[in-house]
């Protein structure tokens, strides 16, 4: 079974309108970590958030936020205002004990449209 | 410098061919992966080094041999490689692979494999 299910294969939106990509985890853990990665056109994944299973308080950056909701095992992230450059592929990973491995999503392909 | 350089970019090989994908972190870290993202597919854990010793290899064939002399390079040498081995191989380091410490990672190698 899939641990870490990202059911958007593929989104498009046009600039400025809001975002939100959907990330369910599967975990038999207390103590986990979840973690959103952008990947651009490049290939490089570029880190973009971590939150520990104890911490379910939204975050907020610029126009990036998330919303961790343990009853429903999710981790969703919004993005504000879309911009061309959000253009991407972003991952929703997992970490559960002993923490040496970090098991990835299968992406959503986000493009933002001028 | 930044943070996790890969070399080369780009490489197109035969399948008798040997060849090596270099991987160089310049982050201070302990920890050094490498990940095989192939197309529709998650990304694939290979091999995890901590502190040059090697603690993960997730039923990767032989023809991948990895190779870590120190704890800022990490090799992998490839050799009578398939065709469905082509995929973008991606290296990541981390303060250490037994805590959850973020994973940086480097631009991959795109490997074609005729």
């Known amino acids: 079974a899939q641990k870490v299910t990202q059911a958007q294969t593929e989104i498009s939106v046009v600039e400025k309108e809001d975002v939100t990509l959907d990330c369910v985890y599967e975990?038999?853990?207390?103590?986990?970590?979840l973690f959103w990665y952008k990947q651009p056109p490049s290939g490089e994944l570029v880190f973009l958030i971590r939150?520990?299973?104890?911490?379910?308080q939204n975050e907020i950056s610029g126009r990036y936020s998330w919303n961790f909701q343990k009853s429903t095992s999710s981790f969703n992230f919004t993005i504000t205002a879309s911009q061309v450059v959000d253009s991407a592929v972003y991952f929703c990973?997992?970490?559960?004990?002993?923490?040496?491995?970090?098991?990835f999503g299968p992406g959503t392909s986000l493009s933002v449209i001028p | 410098e930044t943070g996790v350089t890969q070399t080369p970019r780009h490489l197109v090989m035969g399948m008798t061919n040997k060849k090596s994908l270099k991987c160089e972190q310049h982050?201070?870290?302990?920890?050094m992966y490498w990940y095989k993202q192939s197309a529709k597919k998650p990304l694939e854990l290979m091999f995890v080094?901590?502190?040059?010793?090697?603690?993960e290899n997730n039923s990767v064939p032989s023809r991948f041999s990895p190779e870590c002399p120190n704890s800022s390079h990490l090799f992998l040498h490839l050799h009578t490689l398939q065709p469905e081995d082509s995929a973008l191989y991606l290296c990541?380091?981390?303060?250490?692979?037994?805590?959850?410490?973020?994973?940086?990672f480097g631009p991959g190698t795109r490997l074609t494999v005729l």
């Open positions: 990541a380091s981390s303060q250490e692979s037994l805590s959850v410490d973020t994973q940086y």
């Open positions: 975990t038999r853990d207390t103590t986990y970590y």
């Open positions: 939150r520990n299973s104890f911490d379910e």
């Open positions: 990973a997992l970490s559960e004990a002993p923490y040496d491995k970090v098991i």
């Open positions: 982050l201070g870290h302990n920890a």
């Open positions: 080094y901590n502190f040059k010793e090697q603690t």
